[in-house]
């Protein structure tokens, strides 16, 4: 006769030490786990719930400026350092982690439109309405703090002047190199005090510029007459242009795929493009109730923050045609400026209120060191968060937001517009020709001409 036991060796669950877990047995059968997606579910439900309980996405604010904040650029070598520039021509280097002004750039005598970092982290140009680029040397990070205290103020290296206002600066990616826009693009080199070329393709002022990340040669540039072009350095001369209906505040490169770029339009859309193909965006970002002033890609080029004359900072999905998060606080002002930080865990914004505001690239992160049960535990609410999200009461705690009542209310009269036109234009189909209207698509009907 065979009698089936139960045998199990007492090392499996004997415990090593004291502070060990009590080990678990558990048995993965389907046939006697019959109820094992309605708990996942409801697992995915409280996980959704958890991370709107645990959304706390503001860190903090650095103030120091006393006029609006223009420009921000991020120094490729210093994970926490930041530079900003503000209305009144004051260039100041931050320290993230202290949220206090490291070092000063005095020297301007007008609003400061743009700076930029060389690769190497050593030199930062700046540019403004005064018709002068500066040129400066940036501290080290290793430098002592007595130090830094001691001295806040910096002497440029170099001061060029030149004929008209900039608008913007970009520094060339592992050159000395860096373009200037205005009335025109500039290209200019470290140690010569005028450009090295510079290029015009019948467009007002060019309001932001941009290099590639993965071709150092070719550069993005937007302009006030609703133009964006490229241009490519090595031949001289523009390489393509395009006009769309409204204007680009500003461009952005995906450094993960550089043909690529993302366009932060006056309409309150941002149209993400590719720079083979120009004649209509691949997507169209959608969710901003006023202008685009600002973008800025993550290192990963999955997602870019957008700044908005809303007061409102959002972050998209590199693919996604709305914002999967909204950031806004009572005394925030009008957003001119972005960034994300290097290591892609924060995001950085500039306003019209003087202050630099720290947020969290995402809004129920817990900040410190987890310990591995910890992380295990957030992992499995991601997944099984990410399992059900289709389903609708996942869905709408994952979707909803706080707005703003003036963002709200302008929202729906944005929708309200949206579909009274689409109604228009179907009457009018209905009552015309056979094929006499032709639709277009948003991404095509936005593009006025390509050159």
């Avoid at 806040?152 to 060029?160: C, D, G, I, N, R």
């Avoid at 030149?162 to 080199?189: E, L, S």
């Avoid at 241009?231 to 769309?244: E, Q, S, T």
């Avoid at 949206?418 to 209207?437: F, L, V």
Wanted: with cysteine; hydrophobic share 35%; proline share 4%.
């Amino acid at each position: 006769m065979k009698v089936n036991v139960i045998s199990r060796s007492t090392d499996e669950y004997t415990k090593e030490r004291s502070q060990d877990l009590q080990r678990v047995f558990r048995n993965f059968d389907p046939n006697i786990r019959t109820q094992e997606k309605a708990v996942e579910y409801v697992r995915a439900c409280n996980a959704a719930k958890l991370e709107k309980i645990f959304a706390r996405p503001f860190v903090g604010a650095m103030d120091g400026h006393i006029d609006s904040i223009s420009c921000m650029a991020k120094n490729p070598n210093h994970l926490t350092k930041i530079f900003s520039g503000s209305m009144d021509g004051d260039i100041r280097l931050w320290d993230i982690a202290s949220r206090r002004t490291v070092r000063q750039f005095p020297g301007h005598q007008g609003a400061v439109q743009g700076l930029a970092v060389s690769t190497g982290g050593r030199v930062l140009v700046s540019c403004g309405t005064d018709s002068t680029v500066r040129l400066w040397g940036v501290p080290v990070s290793t430098l002592l703090e007595e130090d830094v205290s001691s001295d806040k103020s910096a002497v440029p290296l170099e001061t060029y002047v030149w004929k008209n206002a900039f608008r913007a600066v970009d520094h060339q990616w592992n050159f000395d190199r860096f373009a200037t826009g205005g009335a025109g693009v500039d290209i200019w080199k470290h140690n010569r005090s005028a450009p090295e070329q510079s290029f015009e393709w019948g467009t007002d002022t060019v309001v932001s510029i941009k290099f590639n990340p993965g071709q150092p040669d070719i550069l993005a540039t937007s302009a006030s007459d609703r133009s964006i072009a490229i241009y490519d350095l090595r031949m001289g001369k523009p390489a393509a242009k395009f006009i769309m209906r409204t204007r680009t505040n500003s461009i952005s490169w995906n450094p993960m795929e550089p043909i690529n770029f993302t366009a932060a339009n006056e309409d309150s859309n941002c149209y993400s493009f590719d720079s083979r193909k120009l004649n209509e965006a691949k997507c169209v970002h959608k969710d901003h109730v006023s202008a685009v002033m600002d973008i800025d890609y993550s290192p990963t080029g999955r997602e870019f923050v957008t700044g908005s004359y809303d007061r409102t900072v959002r972050i998209f999905q590199y693919n996604g045609g709305h914002s999967r998060e909204i950031y806004h606080t009572k005394r925030m002002q009008r957003v001119f400026c972005v960034k994300f930080s290097c290591d892609a865990s924060y995001v950085i914004s500039g306003s019209d209120d003087t202050n630099l505001r720290l947020w969290k690239a995402k809004a129920s992160e817990q900040l410190g060191v987890l310990l591995p049960r910890e992380q295990k535990k957030h992992e499995y609410n991601e997944a099984v968060k990410n399992r059900y999200k289709h389903l609708p009461e996942v869905k709408r705690i994952v979707r909803h937001r706080h707005l703003p009542k003036p963002v709200y209310k302008a929202a729906a009269t944005l929708r309200e517009m949206t579909e009274s036109r689409r109604k228009k234009h179907e009457k009018r189909k209905a009552h015309s020709a056979p094929g006499s209207i032709i639709e277009e698509p948003l991404r095509k009907r936005k593009i006025i001409k390509v050159e």
